[in-house]
C-alpha cells in the first residue's frame, strides 16, 4: 500500500494550495481518508477526514471553515482545498488511509501513511 501527497508548497498568506492524495494497493471505496500535518518542534496535528463513502467529513479547529476535503473516485483520489492560509498553517502534511468507514481525529485510527508534502506559507 503506498499513499502518495503532493501539491505542496511556497505560498503567500491568504492566498491557497490543493493537496492530493492518491493511494495505490487499496480500494479507496474501502477506506477513509485522512489529513494530517506536522510543523518542526510540534506534534502531529489532525487536520481533516473524510469517511470512505464521501458522505461525512470533519476538520481540526484550526482549518475549520478554510480547508475542504472531498474525494473523486474516478481518478482514485483525495483532495485537501486549502484556503486563506495563515502561516501557523506551515507544515509538512500527510494523507493517511484508514481500514474502517470513518477514521476519526486520532492518528493511531490509520494503519497507512504516505510521504508528506511541505506547505510554507509566507507572511
Known amino acids: 500500500v503506498q499513499l502518495q501527497a503532493y501539491g505542496g508548497g511556497l505560498v503567500q498568506a491568504g492566498g491557497s494550495l490543493r493537496l492530493s492524495c492518491s493511494p495505490s494497493g487499496l480500494t479507496l471505496d474501502d477506506h477513509a481518508i485522512g489529513w494530517f500535518r506536522q510543523a518542526p518542534g510540534k506534534e502531529r496535528e489532525f487536520v481533516a477526514t473524510?469517511?470512505?463513502?464521501?458522505?461525512?467529513?470533519y476538520y481540526g479547529d484550526s482549518v475549520k471553515g478554510r480547508f475542504t476535503i472531498s474525494r473523486e473516485y474516478g481518478k482514485s483520489t483525495v483532495y485537501l482545498q486549502m484556503n486563506s492560509l495563515k502561516p501557523e498553517d506551515t507544515a509538512v502534511y500527510y494523507c493517511?488511509?484508514?481500514?474502517?468507514?470513518?477514521?476519526?481525529?486520532?492518528?493511531?485510527?490509520?494503519?497507512?501513511w504516505g510521504q508528506g508534502t511541505q506547505v510554507t506559507v509566507s507572511s
Open positions: 493517511a488511509a484508514a481500514r474502517s468507514s470513518y477514521g476519526g481525529s486520532s492518528s493511531t485510527g490509520y494503519q497507512y
Open positions: 473524510i469517511a470512505w463513502n464521501g458522505g461525512s467529513t
